[in-house]
């Protein structure tokens, strides 16, 4: 079973910087069942977005609306997989609650999810 567990998040200004990290440990069986990973995000009385996401050709593939402030970075171990979301120029628009979710290669196989962290843009 992998586990995810996110860290980062905060309070920030408008046009400043924040990273988010997601460590998924577990068994080095169910780590190489993933596939994908990806950050997803939460507005308030929004549905939950897909923001960034690599899979495992390590290429990474973002949401228009973050394209060239936001970088994704991913870092393969053995029982291990860690991700980071690198946010620059941060706007009030992005302020939401960011989860980590690891995607296996298995489409019966349920993704897993990290806690949420909270993320607030604001002056």
């Known amino acids: 079973q992998v586990q995810l567990v996110e860290s980062g998040g905060g309070l920030v200004q408008p046009g400043g910087t924040l990273r988010l990290s997601c460590v998924a440990s577990g068994s080095v069986s169910s780590i190489n069942a993933i596939n994908a990973m990806r950050w997803y995000r939460q507005a308030p009385g929004r549905r939950r977005e897909l923001v960034a996401s690599?899979?495992?050709?390590?290429?990474?593939?973002?949401e228009d609306a973050v394209k060239g402030r936001f970088t994704m970075s991913r870092d393969n171990g053995k029982n291990t997989i860690k991700s980071s979301l690198q946010m620059n120029n941060l706007e009030s628009e992005d302020t939401a609650v960011y989860y980590c979710?690891?995607?296996?290669?298995?489409?019966?196989?349920?993704?897993?999810w990290g806690q949420g962290t909270q993320v607030t843009v604001s002056s």
């Open positions: 690599i899979a495992s050709d390590g290429i990474p593939e973002y």
């Open positions: 979710n690891a995607s296996p290669f298995a489409i019966a196989t349920p993704s897993v």
